[in-house]
């Protein structure tokens, strides 16, 4: 199943965040996968918060698929946040988990539950279904949680460190397996990585972030070889 496409835009959003004053100005185009880099506390995870809505800027906009989402709440954005802590529910299956991301309530019809098997068998987890999350190893729950994404079929997903705590093979995998649903559904992605490593498997793009702005995007490759930009050399070890 394909879903609607969004491009996402940052005009002049400023926000500030204890004494840094940010701004950030981006275009990401529709269907495109942005990698966002830079050393912690540059504000990375806060541009994310922006175009999810859990954060308010101070000024400027942000825009998904052309439409300004000023005053839109969070659970009304066309946007599926992914965390480092996948917020998978203990006492639910894994099934259930998935299922939140149909209705909350939990009253699906078998429609919907066909929906949350399918959901499930195209990240791999075809049989884990009445599994609980502490019988999962950490890379199938995030495989979990990334199936609770796809039920919810919203155009923009948000990758906040959600394979930090995964060893390089399983997140290697895990990008893999985003790179595919990205090219099965269409999604724009922004994910956040303390890894370059990351950054130079699947996607298009790769922005630097330091002290609240975004200093460059370009292809991975390129931005990281790049030596006129001294920040980078000193966070890439260079």
Do not use: C
């Not at 954005?77 to 939140?100: C, I, K, M, Y």
């Not at 309530?105 to 987890?125: P, S």
């Not at 390129?222 to 930009?229: E, K, N, P, S, Y």
Request: proline letters at 5%; zero cysteines.
């Amino acid at each position: 199943m394909t879903i609607e496409r969004a491009g996402i835009a940052l005009e002049a959003v400023t926000f500030r965040f204890a004494d840094m004053a940010m701004r950030f100005d981006l275009e990401v185009a529709s269907g495109a996968w942005l990698a966002v880099t830079g050393p912690s506390g540059a504000g990375k995870s806060t541009l994310l918060n922006l175009i999810a809505g859990f954060e308010t800027p101070l000024s400027g906009r942000v825009t998904i698929d052309g439409r300004d989402m000023t005053g839109v709440p969070p659970a009304k954005r066309p946007v599926t946040t992914l965390f480092q802590e996948h917020n998978l529910f203990a006492h639910l299956s894994v099934a259930d988990n998935v299922g939140l991301g149909i209705d909350p309530r939990l009253k699906l019809d078998n429609a919907q539950r066909a929906q949350v098997g399918a959901a499930l068998a195209q990240v791999g987890l075809r049989d884990v279904e009445k599994r609980l999350p502490a019988q999962l190893s950490g890379g199938e729950r995030q495989r979990v949680a990334l199936a609770r994404s796809l039920v919810r079929a919203r155009p923009v997903l948000l990758l906040d460190e959600p394979f930090a705590a995964l060893g390089p093979a399983q997140r290697r995998e895990m990008l893999a397996l985003v790179g595919q649903l990205r090219a099965e559904r269409g999604f724009t992605v922004l994910m956040v990585t303390h890894q370059v490593d990351d950054a130079l498997h699947g996607p298009d793009l790769a922005a630097f972030v330091n002290d609240g702005r975004i200093i460059a995007v370009d292809a991975p490759a390129a931005l990281f070889a790049r030596r006129d930009l001294p920040e980078l050399g000193d966070y890439i070890g260079r």
